[in-house]
């Protein structure tokens, strides 16, 4: 849940401010949206409202050893600054660039830190958005209404990772902790360290936290793809190197990371087992022909339906080749005093126990929502591109891409939300929303996305909470940058998915 406690709808709203557009969120996407408001669209006037105190998002909440990023900065950044630094960055690099861009870009003053969302509701007699704020930091209940509400909110829930139930687990006697939620100061200096999952959290905290304690298991039920590589992008280096200015080493970089990850991908579909053994043999290389790869790093499904983690230098596996950590491939059975038995009958003893095992899945930022009074049931909207719902006026959402850096996607649903305002104004309408045409009527409604195509757990779990979608490309959440960079700015607002008031 929430870290602060609901809002008493008794009580009355120590203030209303008006804002034209409402951001929510202070996240990369956040940020990345007030950044293309008030480049885009100077005249509108705009708040983010952000529950944590300071901004970063993901970045700033989670403190596990060694967290960085598994996709490469040049497009994790935005299109609009130029990364200098390796590809791979740590949170603390992160924000330092989020950092400059609020800056570069006098962004500050636009952003309420410590507000906590609690309800949204649209009015359609006024045409407005109406946000119930908890002020964290006086206490108070703040009120902000707005006519266009930016949802930047991310999608699982800070501070309070997914802890599977196991059988037992009260009877341990040493420290349970989760990723999402690390202890501060947790000394590990020599401690027997399990850590329970193999996803990109995982990957991070071994080799990380393997440099200090005795011995780092890694614990998984079934492996996962890893893509090792230098942490470096060569063409970033030459241009470099040749006195290119930023500006364009960041376009140029950008270009051919997308150009290869696009190759990537397509060929994860068109010849999985050719891209399998390449990312096997990238492990191979360091952990040795005698490692058994088939059973800890040979997953059973193809590559790319899940995210593919990057493992910048192999660290992960040198860690293993030199002995400071270790892959157990098994089941848990039950949690013990010591540790945990797994399913084969071996107890694995830790004095540290690392839930490595993921996410709540947060839709729409865990706020309540009303339309005209009625209770939103997100799950019964179709969604129109995964940014707009059929039955929520003047609202669009920032869900990025898996495949790809989620940003990318942050930047283009910026330019669409900048021309459907600037559209609005034009034509003099104040309220748009979209729904279905007659010739999508026959339409079959779909689970929001395909589990053939994309099934990490936490979106497994929450498919009966996310929005639905159709089978033509409007009306579904594509994850495919390399088809909605062209067609996103040619979107026509006049089609007739679109209705204004
Ligand atoms: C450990 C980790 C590593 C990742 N690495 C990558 C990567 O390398 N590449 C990649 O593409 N993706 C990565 N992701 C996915 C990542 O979450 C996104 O890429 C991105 O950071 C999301 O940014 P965001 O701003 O949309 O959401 P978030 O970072 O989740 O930020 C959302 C913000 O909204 C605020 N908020 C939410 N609800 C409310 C409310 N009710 N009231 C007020 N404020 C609210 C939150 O406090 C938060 O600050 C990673 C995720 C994790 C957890």
């Given at each position: 849940?929430?870290?602060t406690?609901?809002?008493?709808?008794?009580?009355?709203?120590?203030?209303?401010?008006?804002?034209?557009?409402l951001?929510?969120g202070?996240?990369?996407s956040?940020?990345?949206a007030?950044?293309h408001?008030?480049?885009?669209?100077?005249?509108?006037?705009?708040?983010?409202?952000?529950n944590?105190?300071?901004?970063g998002?993901?970045?700033?909440?989670?403190r596990?050893?060694g967290?960085?990023?598994d996709?490469?900065?040049?497009?994790f950044?935005?299109r609009?600054?130029?990364?200098r630094?390796?590809?791979i960055?740590?949170?603390e690099?992160?924000?330092?660039?989020m950092g400059?861009?609020?800056?570069e870009?006098?962004?500050a003053?636009?952003i309420?830190?410590?507000?906590?969302i609690?309800?949204?509701?649209?009015d359609?007699?006024?045409?407005?958005?109406t946000?119930?704020?908890?002020?964290?930091?006086?206490g108070l209940?703040?009120?902000?209404?707005?006519k266009?509400?930016?949802?930047?909110?991310?999608y699982?829930?800070h501070r309070?990772?997914?802890?599977p139930?196991?059988?037992?687990?009260?009877a341990y006697?040493g420290?349970l902790?989760?990723?999402?939620e690390?202890p501060?100061?947790l000394?590990y200096t020599?401690?027997r360290?399990?850590?329970i999952?193999?996803?990109?959290?995982?990957?991070t905290?071994?080799p990380?936290m393997?440099?200090?304690a005795a011995?780092?298991?890694?614990?998984q039920r079934?492996?996962?793809?890893f893509?090792?590589g230098?942490?470096?992008i060569?063409?970033?280096?030459e241009?470099r190197t040749l006195?290119?200015?930023e500006d364009?080493?960041?376009?140029i970089?950008r270009?051919?990371?997308l150009?290869?990850q696009d190759k990537?991908?397509k060929?994860s579909f068109?010849q999985?087992?050719?891209?399998?053994?390449?990312?096997?043999?990238g492990?191979?290389g360091i952990?040795g022909?005698?490692y058994?790869?088939?059973?800890?790093?040979?997953?059973r499904?193809?590559?790319?339906?899940q995210?593919v983690?990057?493992?910048?230098?192999g660290?992960?596996?040198?860690?293993?080749?030199q002995g400071?950590a270790?892959?157990?491939?098994d089941?848990?059975?039950?949690?013990s005093?010591?540790?945990?038995?797994?399913k084969?009958?071996?107890?694995?003893a830790?004095d540290?126990?690392?839930?490595?095992t993921g996410?709540h899945?947060n839709?729409l930022?865990?706020?309540?929502?009303?339309?005209d009074?009625?209770?939103?049931?997100?799950?019964?909207?179709?969604?129109y591109?995964?940014?707009?719902f059929t039955g929520?006026?003047?609202?669009?959402?920032v869900?990025?891409y898996f495949r790809a850096s989620?940003?990318?996607r942050?930047d283009?649903?910026?330019?669409?939300?900048?021309?459907?305002l600037?559209?609005?104004?034009?034509t003099?309408?104040?309220?748009?929303?979209v729904?279905?045409?007659p010739e999508?009527?026959?339409?079959?409604?779909?689970?929001w996305?395909?589990?053939?195509n994309?099934?990490?757990?936490?979106?497994?779990?929450?498919?009966?909470l996310?929005?639905?979608?159709?089978?033509?490309p409007e009306?579904m959440?594509n994850q495919d940058?390399?088809?909605?960079k062209d067609?996103f700015?040619?979107?026509d607002l006049?089609d007739a998915?679109?209705?204004?008031?």
């Amino acid at each position: 849940m929430p870290d602060t406690a609901p809002l008493q709808t008794t009580s009355h709203p120590h203030s209303v401010e008006y804002f034209d557009v409402l951001i929510v969120g202070a996240g990369i996407s956040g940020i990345g949206a007030a950044y293309h408001l008030t480049t885009q669209c100077p005249d509108k006037s705009l708040v983010v409202l952000e529950n944590e105190e300071t901004f970063g998002g993901t970045w700033w909440t989670h403190r596990y050893p060694g967290i960085r990023s598994d996709s490469d900065l040049h497009t994790f950044g935005y299109r609009f600054k130029p990364w200098r630094g390796a590809p791979i960055a740590t949170a603390e690099e992160i924000l330092s660039y989020m950092g400059e861009v609020i800056a570069e870009n006098d962004l500050a003053r636009h952003i309420r830190y410590r507000h906590h969302i609690t309800h949204a509701s649209w009015d359609s007699q006024t045409k407005l958005w109406t946000l119930e704020v908890l002020d964290k930091a006086t206490g108070l209940p703040r009120r902000f209404t707005g006519k266009f509400l930016y949802m930047c909110q991310g999608y699982y829930r800070h501070r309070q990772g997914y802890m599977p139930e196991w059988p037992n687990m009260a009877a341990y006697q040493g420290q349970l902790v989760h990723s999402e939620e690390w202890p501060e100061g947790l000394d590990y200096t020599d401690k027997r360290v399990l850590v329970i999952g193999s996803g990109a959290s995982a990957a991070t905290i071994i080799p990380a936290m393997a440099a200090k304690a005795a011995h780092v298991v890694m614990l998984q039920r079934s492996p996962t793809f890893f893509r090792v590589g230098r942490n470096a992008i060569e063409i970033a280096e030459e241009l470099r190197t040749l006195g290119v200015s930023e500006d364009w080493i960041h376009e140029i970089t950008r270009r051919k990371i997308l150009f290869e990850q696009d190759k990537f991908a397509k060929m994860s579909f068109s010849q999985p087992d050719k891209v399998k053994e390449a990312l096997l043999d990238g492990i191979r290389g360091i952990v040795g022909q005698d490692y058994d790869i088939a059973t800890h790093f040979t997953p059973r499904y193809r590559p790319w339906r899940q995210r593919v983690a990057f493992v910048p230098d192999g660290d992960l596996f040198h860690g293993i080749a030199q002995g400071k950590a270790s892959v157990v491939t098994d089941e848990i059975e039950r949690f013990s005093e010591k540790g945990v038995v797994t399913k084969s009958g071996r107890e694995l003893a830790a004095d540290i126990i690392v839930a490595a095992t993921g996410f709540h899945l947060n839709v729409l930022g865990d706020i309540a929502f009303e339309i005209d009074g009625k209770p939103l049931d997100f799950h019964e909207t179709v969604t129109y591109r995964g940014m707009m719902f059929t039955g929520i006026p003047n609202m669009v959402w920032v869900f990025g891409y898996f495949r790809a850096s989620w940003t990318l996607r942050a930047d283009l649903v910026g330019d669409f939300v900048c021309k459907l305002l600037k559209h609005m104004d034009a034509t003099g309408k104040e309220q748009v929303e979209v729904a279905l045409r007659p010739e999508d009527h026959n339409m079959p409604i779909l689970p929001w996305i395909d589990p053939e195509n994309f099934n990490p757990g936490y979106l497994m779990r929450g498919l009966h909470l996310l929005p639905q979608r159709g089978d033509k490309p409007e009306w579904m959440h594509n994850q495919d940058y390399w088809a909605e960079k062209d067609e996103f700015p040619k979107i026509d607002l006049n089609d007739a998915a679109f209705v204004y008031r």
